[in-house]
């Protein structure tokens, strides 16, 4: 595994609660890019991206407002997982899940570059 990603745990909402799926991906802060001239962040703070797009929507999954944690845990939900995260792994580490793009290419040249996009705040 390349040395620049690292683990992240994916929760996502299902009708049953919370499933939390443990993935390596990169995981990159672009709040400084992001402000605006005002000093107010619009956009997204994170850029995390999967390499394991077979796995998307067959082995873990995520949408719009799911949480992902910074790291390799195990907790357990039970109400106001933002709240519940942040409280023991700190805001830097606990994200909001706010867009996903798919980057998949029809060129095998390209198949390395195929990633999950996910923008946070």
Do not use: C
Not at 15 to 20: E, K, L
Not at 30 to 56: A, E, H, M, Q, W
Not at 61 to 68: E, G, L, S
């Amino acid at each position: 595994m390349n040395e620049w990603l690292e683990d992240i745990t994916i929760y996502h909402k299902n009708s049953n609660g919370w499933n939390a799926y443990n993935l390596k991906a990169s995981v990159r802060d672009t709040s400084i890019r992001n402000r605006t001239s005002t000093g107010k962040t619009d956009t997204d703070n994170v850029l995390i991206r999967i390499f394991d797009v077979d796995g998307y929507k067959v082995t873990y999954n995520v949408v719009k407002d799911d949480v992902i944690v910074r790291g390799n845990v195990s907790d357990g939900i039970i109400k106001a997982p933002m709240t519940e995260l942040r409280e023991k792994y700190g805001k830097d580490n606990v994200y909001l899940v706010k867009s996903i793009d798919k980057f998949i290419f029809d060129d095998k040249s390209n198949k390395d570059l195929q990633h999950i996009k996910i923008g946070a705040i």
